[in-house]
């Protein structure tokens, strides 16, 4: 792996990978189940507990949001390494 | 105009449509029939991998689970979207840079291994039949409930309709009409909503109205409240605060997600886009389309429970407090009651109906069965909608069961003909005849599948679980070493896939009898018997990660793979050409 140019790449990829992955984590696993019945205590949007929407709603937002930042970064990043297609 | 000729032309209109674009959309080639020649817009894309993922479970019985499971059942909710990120950054966009027809042709190939092929061919046709006979039900019993007719005869035209556009058109055929689909199937799911949520709460937005006040005014309670109130008071459990057991939870919607990446006929719906790059934001437009049932799904389930205990203990009005009196139940009630879906037994004599849960001491529930599926078909009769929009829901229901189904039969055969046939059995064999190979096992498939629609097999309602589990445990890992990991070799996956496999199908038969026979299984399926609390449904999480563990370890003691096999690691990383 260490002559061919897809080796910095490819790092900068599973950094981007991991880093959208631990906010992935976070809403569902965290906010949406383990630390929901500690957020129930506060309300948004009028009277969502807030650990209960996480979990029927928040972290499906979030889920929506952080695959396109993933695609947009993951296109700069192709760019940036010249390996876009074409 | 009567509600029954009303259905009929909404729904007749419909098949028109998916025919009409069938006929519009036929496929020459194998690439057309396998994946639509990767010339699909990614928006577009989005719309048809929202319809093929959107099965009848989706739109009818989804919102159905969740108003009697409230906030337990979030885990489809999060589990069944949560997947998508997985796929968009696992998975999708590399398996697009390898530029096959198949998920088990791209598992044979990187493992250099016939035997990889096979298990996924087995695992993949297991997965997607059990899946498909669901659907094929559904479209019978959505017949047979709104156009009358006799449910294999409703069966039978569902078949006849996937057959044109499925065998004809292939992926490509499928594609075109899975968005038409997705559009009658998105209506007919948000205009109920919208009306009931502007009835509860002033709100256009079911969304927002979740969590606005009852009837818009702030000197009211919030709905959630008053619906957690009014439960409670009744002897049930709180509808927003969970009740099982965190680890299952926890697990099941890991298992979900896993699941759902690894499910081939969503997968391979990421093939037919032009380049990497539509891989992954075609992803993220799948997910904002099945977002926006998937958002709008908690309100319908809260706010029909809530109409429904309204209905049968009001607590504000002239009769406030007061069980609703057998006599003077409304015409949706009996109805229902006619389908053997609503139960109702007069267990005190008192000729009214005491709907309550188990924490209620007075009473003893006389609702003895109130299926989950009649919460999104009655929603609009309960909140006294139109005609059109009863229609609309019947049509719905029967678009997500047929795109779902040919995703899945499409699915299927193109394993049978590209796999198993032209890929081990037949290598020789030219692309008409192959072609006309995949016709013919989608024929089959479809005959399969309606079979067993008309005599379903007593597991029917487990084999979801098994579908999620084979894919969880099997496919999702070998493909994300595949891409991820470049030193695990042909043992490793093979092994890895196999003890993956073993662990879940032995930890689901041994609740649920061995191949589901009824009578044999080792102990009774209930959270005291489950190992740590683990549901049969949730494990599929436990058998991906032995999987990983024997691939990786096995891989470690046994030669690393063949140089061309890093090089096509490599090749698939980048979304460009691999200089050397």
Redesign the interface.
Known sequence: ?SS???GE??KA?IRL?LG??VV?FIV??GC???L??AL?SI???????LG??F???G???T??V???F??WR??QL?KKF????? | MSLQLMTYLVVGATFALYIFIAIKARAATTGEFYVAGKGVHPVLNGMATGADWMSAASFISMAGLIAFKGYDASVFLMGWTGGYCLLAMLLAPYLRKYGKFTVPEFIGDRYYSNIARVVAVICLITASLTYVIGQMKGIGVAFSRFLELPFNVGLGVGMVIVFIYAVLGGMKGVTYTQIAQYCVLIFAYTVPAVFISLHLTGTAIPQLGLGAHMGGDPNNMFLLDKLDKTLVDLGFHEYTLQKGNTLNIFLYTLSLMIGTAGLPHVITRFFTVPKVKDARSSVGWSLVFIAILYTTAPAVGAMARLNLMETIRPTSGANAGQWLKYDERPEWFKNWEKTGLLKFEDKNGDGMIQYVGKGNKDFENEMVKVDRDIMVLANPEIAKLPNWVIALVAAGGIAAALSTAAGLLLAISSSISHDLLKGILMPDMSDKAELMAGRIAMTGAICVAGYFGMHPPGFAAQVVALAFGLAASSIFPALMMGIFVKRVNNIGAVLGMLSGLGITLVYIFWFKGWFFVPGTAMAANTPDNWFLGIAPEAFGAVGALVNFVVAYVISGITPAPPEHIQHLVEDIRVPGVVRR
């Open positions: 792996m061919d140019s897809g790449y490819w990829n990978v959208c992955l992935w569902s696993y949406g189940i383990l929901a019945p129930n309300h948004i949007l009028g009277g969502y507990p209960f929407w979990a029927q709603q972290s499906i937002y889920f929506v952080l695959i396109f993933y695609a993951m296109n192709d010249g390996v876009q297609e074409d």
